[in-house]
T-cell receptor, first 114, second 116 residues
Framework: GAGVSQSPSNKVTEKGKDVELRCDPISGHTALYWYRQSLGQGLEFLIYFQGNSAPDKSGLPSDRFSAERTGGSVSTLTIQRTQQEDSAVYLC????????????FGPGTRLTVT | AQSVTQPDIHITVSEGASLELRCNYSYGATPYLFWYVQSPGQGLQLLLKYFSGDTLVQGIKGFEAEFKRSQSSFNLRKPSVHWSDAAEYFCAVAAGGSDSWGKLQFGAGTQVVVTP
């Protein structure tokens, strides 16, 4: 079946603009995660959705970052007023949500802020 | 606070030789432990995981890892490396507990180069 998909694969934006990154999880997966991978910071957790529970936003680096998950499926990560330090690969993952189940990662969106 | 340390940033190994990648964690209880691999231009793929039970776990692609509580380690091994094993390897720990057990904290990664 289809894996986790993310769009766009690449995004170049000017400093100060807003961007939206999309994640389509594997059908039926109740848990969805966003991570960021950058040269300076490695792989960092951003936010975690599990079913209808309130998301765990503890990894969001600033209030310019937000995410939503509509209908328990597709998720959008929004970065407002982008800064150069936001340049990174943004990875989405999904899992069945049961303890110990594997997170399946998408290919990522490479964001470049100029 | 929990942490994951991969002491080796870069390892070069000859094809056919054995490989061991080190991972140390800091956590109050027994964590859920994972090894992921990221090949160039590819997404992260799970190699293996440890939650409880047998401390030697087998994974895909011929990899295994051993959990050693006394050393807070979860080292990854492969007896004979293939050129296709050239990639970056990440050790990760999950928080545990019912609220956000799935939130992974990753080590900095170890880049593996395989020479002929």
């Amino acid at each position: 079946g289809a894996g986790v998909s993310q769009s766009p694969s690449n995004k170049v934006t000017e400093k100060g603009k807003d961007v939206e990154l999309r994640c389509d999880p594997i059908s039926g997966h109740t848990a969805l995660y966003w991570y960021r991978q950058s040269l300076g910071q490695g792989l960092e957790f951003l936010i975690y959705f599990q079913g209808n529970s309130a998301p765990d936003k503890s990894g969001l680096p600033s209030d310019r970052f937000s995410a939503e998950r509509t209908g328990g499926s597709v998720s959008t990560l929004t970065i407002q007023r982008t800064q150069q330090e936001d340049s990174a690969v943004y990875l989405c993952a999904s899992s069945s949500g049961l303890a110990g189940n594997e997170q399946y990662f998408g290919p990522g969106t490479r964001l470049t802020v100029t | 606070a929990q942490s994951v340390t991969q002491p080796d940033i870069h390892i070069t190994v000859s094809e056919g030789a054995s490989l061991e990648l080190r991972c140390n964690y800091s956590y109050g209880a027994t964590p859920y432990l994972f090894w992921y691999v990221q090949s160039p231009g590819q997404g992260l793929q799970l190699l293996l995981k440890y939650f409880s039970g047998d401390t030697l776990v087998q994974g895909i692609k011929g990899f295994e890892a051993e959990f050693k509580r006394s050393q807070s380690s979860f080292n990854l091994r492969k007896p004979s490396v293939h050129w296709s094993d050239a990639a970056e390897y990440f050790c990760a720990v999950a928080a545990g507990g019912s609220d956000s057990w799935g939130k992974l904290q990753f080590g900095a990664g170890t880049q593996v180069v395989v020479t002929p």
